[in-house]
T-cell receptor, first 115, second 113 residues
Framework: AQSVTQLGSHVSVSEGALVLLRCNYS??????LFWYVQYPNQGLQLLLK??????LVKGINGFEAEFKKSETSFHLTKPSAHMSDAAEYFC?????????????FGTGTRLQVTL | NAGVTQTPKFRVLKTGQSMTLLCAQD?????MYWYRQDPGMGLRLIHY???????AKGEVPDGYNVSRLKKQNFLLGLESAAPSQTSVYFC????????????FGPGTRLTVT
């Protein structure tokens, strides 16, 4: 079975500061890893994904994440936060067996961006 | 191209009532999923479908039933609603070639009193 742990349910950063959202995974086989973003009163939108290609993955809106097998981590970063980044972020893991991909989500991290 | 749509957006039910949530996708995706989102618990998979006429249980299936009579639609039913089913429900879909890339609908907020 696979699982993800997101450290910190709330993170607050100043506009222009570095964003770092932490995600650690547990999986018995090489996983596929994802970050989703949820803006208020909306569904989830895929931010970026790792599917065993390059370990540094770039996504939309300037976000990126690095897969570190030795640390079982997939932390999300952005060099400079913008007010529009305020949202809830979910890390997810999947074992893609070629059939329906059942995502296991973390509990989410709410990002607040202050002036 | 509307993507994934869900109806209704909001609903209030009394304990014991029944209802059906409708999910529709126009991307010709083979796979469809129903999740529930509760505070501090992330999203949990209720049921999913790998194709028309097929359904399977997810992590938290009790109290729910689903049907996929048409490829583009996935229905979630609550036969006898309970307060524990108060939640936000999300539908998602994905293609068989990129099964891991799921597209989500805007959600249905359900309150059971």
């Amino acid at each position: 079975a696979q699982s993800v742990t997101q450290l910190g349910s709330h993170v607050s950063v100043s506009e222009g500061a570095l964003v770092l959202l932490r995600c650690n995974y547990s999986s018995s086989v090489p996983p596929y890893l994802f970050w989703y973003v949820q803006y208020p009163n909306q569904g989830l939108q895929l931010l970026l994904k790792y599917t065993s290609a390059a370990t540094l993955v770039k996504g939309i809106n300037g976000f990126e994440a690095e897969f570190k097998k030795s640390e079982t981590s997939f932390h999300l970063t952005k060099p400079s936060a913008h007010m529009s980044d305020a949202a809830e972020y979910f890390c997810a893991v999947s074992l893609n067996t070629g059939t329906a991909s059942k995502l296991t989500f973390g509990t989410g991290t709410r990002l607040q961006v202050t002036l | 191209n509307a993507g994934v749509t869900q109806t209704p957006k909001f609903r209030v039910l009394k304990t014991g009532q029944s209802m059906t949530l409708l999910c529709a996708q126009d991307m010709n995706h083979e796979y469809m999923y129903w999740y529930r989102q509760d505070p501090g618990m992330g999203l949990r998979l209720i049921h999913y479908s790998v194709g028309e006429g097929t359904t399977a249980k997810g992590e938290v299936p009790d109290g729910y039933n689903v049907s996929r009579l048409k490829k583009q639609n996935f229905l979630l039913g609550l036969e006898s609603a309970a307060p524990s089913q108060t939640s936000v429900y999300f539908c998602a879909s994905s293609s068989w070639t990129r099964a891991y890339e799921q597209y989500f609908g805007p959600g249905t907020r359900l309150t059971v009193t």
